[in-house]
């Protein structure tokens, strides 16, 4: 993209990195087996619809609450699936 257009700046490279290339999608083991074969070349035409077809739910969570999910503490995780349900 830089290559592309050399009149980006600083400011809107950071923004373009943090909405669209520095996304940090976290998935558990078993929903990683389900999205591999969506993530295929033949098929893929982005994450979300990957996700999507394996019927993954992203969802956004705060910064600080992504060690207590990485180590399935219950209370937090619970707390997004009560959010996110429906």
């Given at each position: 993209?830089?290559?592309?257009?050399?009149?980006?700046?600083?400011?809107?490279?950071?923004?373009?990195?943090?909405?669209?290339y520095g996304r940090?999608?976290?998935?558990?083991?078993?929903?990683?087996?389900?999205?591999?074969?969506?993530?295929?070349a033949e098929v893929?035409?982005?994450?979300?619809?990957?996700?999507?077809?394996?019927?993954?739910?992203?969802?956004?969570?705060?910064?600080?609450?992504?060690?207590?999910?990485?180590?399935?503490?219950?209370?937090?995780?619970?707390?997004?699936?009560?959010?996110?349900?429906?």
């Open positions: 993209m830089l290559l592309r257009d050399a009149s980006l700046t600083s400011q809107t490279m950071e923004v373009i990195f943090r909405e669209q940090l999608h976290y998935i558990t083991p078993e929903e990683n087996k389900n999205v591999i074969r969506y993530q295929r893929f035409s982005s994450p979300e619809e990957a996700y999507r077809n394996a019927g993954i739910l992203l969802i956004d969570i705060q910064r600080e609450d992504l060690r207590a999910i990485k180590k399935r503490d219950q209370i937090t995780i619970e707390k997004y699936y009560n959010e996110n349900r429906g």
